[in-house]
Antibody, heavy 127, light 107 residues
């Protein structure tokens, strides 16, 4: 059964770098047709997609965060990571990792979804 | 900009049918996926693709789409369905977007 688990510091100082890792177990991160994504949720607010990555290194990011975000993969450890620079209090959130499926149909339609999700890890930005 | 719009809150009487909607231009080409999030828990996908339910999701959950509007329908809502529901899609240029969420209250 595929499981994802986030890990990393729970407290980051303003202007510093937030770094999180997602450990994937139960399947290879090199599985075809799957991306791996990061999503965050500020306390009491909605979900915000941060970015997604394919095991080959192909990445795409939320345009609003693109200048500060890097998502990378380590296939040897079956993990992928998030790096967010120059954080502020607005980056305080519950950070989730998830497997991201994105496929096209012969009809010309597409589908994209996240499943499963990790349990999430709270990162607070504060001095 | 890419946006998905949801009603902030919806209520339904126990056992009745409720429809939660999501509007956005990207939905003309992308099927919406729907997530249920209960307090203190990670989101769980309940509908993806045209109208697919992951194993373990009750068949009272269904999805549909028309033009730029996607809908999640719960037929015979149960008390345990009270939760926040988010829609999700991709913009044609690539970015992924989530709706703002709908808080469902089961009366």
């Amino acid at each position: 059964q595929l499981q994802l688990q986030e890990s990393g510091p729970g407290l980051v100082k303003p202007s510093e770098t937030l770094s999180l890792t997602c450990n994937v177990s139960g399947d290879s991160i090199k599985s075809n047709n799957y991306y791996w994504g990061w999503i965050r949720q500020p306390p009491g607010k909605g979900l915000e997609w941060i970015g997604s990555l394919y095991y080959s290194g192909d990445t795409y990011y939320n345009p609003s965060l693109k200048s500060r975000v890097t998502i990378s993969v380590d296939t040897s450890t079956n993990q992928f990571s998030l790096r967010l620079i120059s954080v502020t209090a607005a980056d305080t959130a519950l950070y989730y990792c998830a497997r991201h499926t994105s496929i096209g149909f012969t009809s010309g339609s597409y589908a994209s979804w996240f499943d499963p999700w990790g349990q999430g890890t709270l990162v607070t930005v504060s001095s | 900009s890419s946006e998905l719009t949801q009603d902030p809150a919806v209520s339904v009487a126990l056992g009745q049918t409720v429809r939660i909607t999501c509007q956005g231009d990207s939905l003309r080409n992308y099927y919406a996926s729907w997530y249920q999030q209960k307090p203190g828990q990670a989101p769980v996908v309940v509908i993806y693709g045209r109208n697919n339910r992951p194993s373990g999701i009750p068949d009272r959950f269904s999805g549909s789409s028309s033009g730029s509007t996607a809908s999640l329908t719960i037929t015979g809502a149960q008390a345990e369905d009270e939760a926040d529901y988010y829609c999700n899609s991709r913009d044609s240029s690539g970015p992924v977007v989530f709706g703002g969420g709908t808080k469902l209250t089961v009366l």
